[in-house]
């Protein structure tokens, strides 16, 4: 049993440590409004936002209060590479939700899962008011 928990505790150890190597690309934003990132509701604020090279995991960090998420993403293909690195959210009243994230790294973004809140807002009715982009730094 002692070999399974210390082998079970080295897989870990080293799944974390190739996480933090595989980091592509860190840019930070300054979101001016609380949003949503999956289902997790997020303070506006300061954000760093890490995009890992292998791809499918995104991580945001609040910078001056207590909130992270990791949420799971799939890469997406742009139009042009001149666009500035920005977040993309979708807008229902004075909800925010997470859409996309363009990193600046040339036409390759992230997109994420429309979640059930915003699923649920659609099937009442609820009008789309608004994509709104934040630039990232």
Avoid: C
């Amino acid at each position: 049993m002692k070999n399974v928990v210390a082998i079970l505790s080295v897989g870990i150890a080293m799944v974390g440590v190739a996480a933090l190597h595989a980091q592509d690309r860190t840019v930070t934003a300054n979101v001016p409004f609380a949003f949503y990132v999956g289902s997790t509701a997020m303070p506006e604020g300061a954000y760093r936002v890490d995009a890992l090279k292998s791809g499918g995991v995104m991580y945001f960090r609040a910078t001056d209060k207590d909130a992270a998420k990791a949420i799971t993403s799939w890469n997406m293909i742009g139009q042009s590479d001149s666009k500035p690195p920005r977040l993309v959210f979708h807008r229902y009243g004075d909800l925010y939700f997470l859409s996309q994230v363009w990193t600046g790294d040339g036409s390759l973004g992230h997109g994420f899962a429309v979640t059930q809140r915003e699923k649920e807002l659609e099937r009442i009715g609820a009008e789309k008011l608004a994509v709104v982009r934040v630039a990232l730094h």
